[in-house]
């Protein structure tokens, strides 16, 4: 061999180090990069006097940074969870009536992964202050919850009504096909008085569908825009009761709602063609066949009605809330929501 071929295949051996290492290490660099993913996040929920979140886990991270910020501040590492197969944390230091988001971000030594940066939203409220009710839920002992109060079935929430027109209600359901209890706010110019173009707590006890089936009953005042905690409970034979800010407002009995399978609903209504409803339904707990589990979340299921108007869950599974809001459209001349019951409201069931 010359020295002139030597000469070509040392050129060619350079070329080939100085080309494929770096073509190589920057493949390398991209594969490992890509194998730390942003965590995918699941849900945030209130737990208690408590704020929990959960994300998926990302392969090969050895642990978790739990980014938090509010309405008026930056992102902010509030947590290193240790543990790549951790996926969640507890936030106990939060405040009643602020608006949080959480984002989370995996590291494996000194890499970090990217993250949601839009994060989970909850708008966290203080639950209410507990008392353990020892006979049974039916009493005014205050404080009573879903998760302190014996009933086959529950439903409790913070609840908003606000609206326009000559009508419209929020109202928590317990329902089957036939026959229903509904428990919540309602305004009506109509109502006869004294409740006449007033807001009040107001039961309805639908025993059937057929004329004369329906039993109204005015608890007491209420003011619109303003937050109520309200629960309805179902016991085994048909009794439900009503409360207002953890107390026993009215029970009522209901035979048809006895010894079987009830479905919870949240509801929000208007009464006549371009009257609006606005209802808020903020820390949804739910209790079925006697079983409560705080951190359940159940599936949800629009059984709206009338076109206008808009049942929205999307905030549910993140922070238990679900917005019913629009104005009633398509009614026939004369009809409003008693004559025409069937098509004036935004409706979502909740599905254990």
Known sequence: MNRKEIKKIMLFLLAFMLVFPVYSFGKAEAVQAAALKAPKLSKVVRVNKSVKITWKKSKGASGYYVMRKTENSSWKKIKTVKGGSKTSYTDKKVKSGTTYY???KAYKGKKVSSYNKKGLKIVYELPTTTKPDTTGGNTTATGSTAANTASEYT???DMVLSGSGSGYHAKLVACTATSAVSFGIQYDKHARAPYTGKAWFMIENVAHNGAGG????????????KTYH????VKK????SCY???????????????NTT?????EGSARLNG????????????????????????????????????ADASGYAASKRVTIKGKVKGLASGQDWDSAYEQVSGIIQFVN
């Open 214 to 225: 329906q039993n109204y009953i005015w608890v007491q005042k209420a003011a619109r825009d």
């Open 262 to 266: 009830v479905y919870l609903r949240v």
């Open 275 to 310: 009257d609006s409803v606005n209802a808020t339904f903020s820390n949804i707990e739910l209790k079925a066949d006697g079983k409560y589990y705080a951190d359940k979340i159940w599936g949800t299921h629009d059984f709206t009605t009338n076109k206008g108007i808009k």
């Open 102 to 104: 959480y984002t989370v």
């Open 244 to 258: 207002i800010n953890g107390k026993l407002a009215k029970s009522v009995k209901n035979s048809s709602l006895a």
């Open 237 to 240: 034979d048909g009794t439900c």
């Open 155 to 157: 439903i409790e929430t």
């Open 230 to 233: 309200v629960m309805l409970t």
